[in-house]
């Protein structure tokens, strides 16, 4: 009796007005979300690409130690085209300093929360958490009233039909109307990334695509049942159509933004520009530390002041310089040794604000997350983008993988000392700095050259002592230093945040369908 009357619904929805329109509106719409998801990973993939080649030029061209800064460039992920989560509103890169631990990926302006999710962006599951909803409710919403508005439902339970089983009937021909249409969309969509040469998806992906499409089928479930539910409690289709649009924009457009705006008012974070008060504070000692240091080291050598044939200086202990002094040569030795332990304290304590800010940020996104469980779209939405490595939790993981890696590099470069050697600076022989008066001849023979014309400047710059002259010498060899490797697959807390999810669907699901159940039993003919 299940199958007579799922068939016959079917067949019935198979050759209506809607099951068409629904068709067409994701034969339009689906190819349009993925040719642009696929578009903008394209686009990111070339930046990506052209950012690693940069990074990678410029690391291995480092010709001091000072100078070699590991950057971490974000490789966009594939999944991302079914759902962009929060992977928008990210950076993409992060340049390892001595002095400071690294926040967020950079590119991002620290003037709101990047974590809390971006509601309306048209993507795969977007698209799906809409367009299915909305179609689930519009084949639902007069599966009893129309019967009943017909004269049909008091005929066919007068013949003793079991409610139940008219119940899962009608439940059953309205899903199999459904999923033809979801399962044509996942179809197009893995088309798309099987056409596309640029994305390729390992076995975990794969696993997460089918673990997307499952997710999107018990999501159409709720939204059948939740409309199976108001036309059971509806006498009339006109009411249990009207119930159900107020209900679906509700979830889908007002409980999200109300979740994200409840966020920012209820659980305040600290000013992005304050933290970095905050954060000049903590780092107020160090400078009045670093200049007394300079004046000791100085005073110690009996140097008035430093002399560079060439010189190039930064933030964060970065120097290079080629030719001078030998003193300048002992003082920088001196400093260095100094101020990068330094630095790496004061990052520490500079880190206890920057995890105070972000703290803040984490739960801001959490509260956010939790009072979005409200909606069944945005249940769906938080877990495809945990599918995808895309969501506030992603992120803030990979974050952490680049704060190790922070710390094993400075561990590699505090290991070695490196810091304590001349290379720190500068490759040329300390032999052959020189002294106060032989620095001072060297200046006067300069300035008689530069009078006399190029012929003179070249030949005294052809006398000059080895590694004198800016780009004398090659890169160093950075083999061995310690290379990030980030692999989002293997991350069991995603698949926990996931299976919550899921589970929290499926108990939506059981309580609709018990409610339903019960309410059409007492159905009133």
Not at 24 to 39: E, N, R
Not at 152 to 162: D, G
Request: aromatic share 14%; charged share 20%; glycine share 6%.
């Amino acid at each position: 009796m299940i199958g007579l009357i799922a068939r016959k619904d079917f067949l019935l929805n198979l050759t209506s007005a809607r099951f068409v329109i629904g068709l067409a509106v994701c034969l339009l719409v689906i190819p349009f979300t993925l040719v642009t998801s696929v578009d903008r990973y394209k686009q990111q993939i070339n930046v990506y690409k052209t950012a690693s080649e940069k990074v990678e030029t410029e690391y291995k061209a480092a010709k001091v130690y000072s100078n070699v800064r590991p950057s971490v460039i974000h490789r966009p992920e594939a999944l991302a085209v079914f759902s962009e989560g929060v992977s928008r509103n990210m950076g993409n890169t992060v340049q390892l300093q001595y002095g400071e631990y690294p926040l967020l990926l950079s590119g991002v302006a620290g003037f709101s929360n990047p974590l809390l999710n971006a509601f309306f962006s048209l993507d795969f599951a977007t698209v799906i958490a809409i367009v299915l909803s909305l179609f689930a409710l519009v084949f639902s919403y007069d599966a009893f009233t129309r019967e009943r508005e017909n004269n049909t439902l008091k005929m066919i339970l007068v013949n003793r039909i079991n409610r139940s089983a008219f119940f899962i009937g009608k439940f059953l021909g309205i899903l199999l109307t459904l999923v033809p249409m979801l399962l044509f969309c996942f179809v197009t969509g893995i088309l798309f990334l099987l056409l596309s040469p640029d994305i390729a998806l390992d076995g975990a992906m794969w696993t997460n695509v089918l673990l997307l499409f499952l997710s999107a089928v018990l999501y159409v479930v709720v939204f059948v049942l939740f409309g199976l539910f108001v036309s059971a409690m509806s006498k009339r289709s006109s009411t249990s159509i009207a119930v159900c649009l107020l209900c679906w924009i509700w979830l889908l457009f007002l409980v999200p933004n109300i979740a994200v705006w409840s966020a920012k008012s209820f659980v305040k974070t600290e000013q992005y520009d304050n933290m970095q008060l905050a954060l000049d504070d903590v780092e107020e000692p160090y400078w009045k530390e670093r200049e007394e240091k300079s004046r000791e080291i100085l005073k110690m050598l009996d140097i008035d002041g430093l002399s560079h044939w060439n010189y190039n200086g930064g933030s964060d202990g970065y120097l290079e310089f080629s030719g001078g002094l030998r003193k300048a040569l002992d003082y920088h030795l001196n400093f260095s040794t100094w101020e990068v332990p330094r630095l790496i304290d004061y990052a520490d304590k500079k880190w206890a604000v920057q995890k105070e800010y972000l703290d803040g940020l984490v739960k801001q996104e959490r509260f956010q997350q939790r009072l979005a469980l409200l909606s069944p779209s945005e249940i769906f939405g938080q877990l495809a983008s945990s599918l995808c490595y895309s969501d506030p939790g992603y992120y803030l993981v990979y974050m952490e993988r680049v704060r190790e890696y922070r710390q094993t590099f400075i561990d590699y470069v505090r290991e070695r000392k490196l810091y304590e050697s001349s290379t720190w600076g500068t490759r040329m022989d300390p032999e052959n700095f020189v002294s106060d008066e032989r620095y001072s001849e060297m200046i006067q023979d300069y300035e008689t050259a530069f009078q006399q014309g190029p012929e003179a400047i070249r030949q005294f710059r052809a006398s000059l002592p080895p590694g004198w002259n800016d780009g004398n010498y090659g890169p160093l060899d950075v083999v061995g230093f310690p290379v990030f490797d980030y692999k989002p697959h293997t991350r069991t807390d995603a698949y926990n945040f996931v299976l919550a999810r899921f589970a929290l669907l499926m108990g939506i699901a059981l309580v609709l369908l018990m409610l339903t159940m019960l309410r059409f039993r007492n159905y009133q003919l």
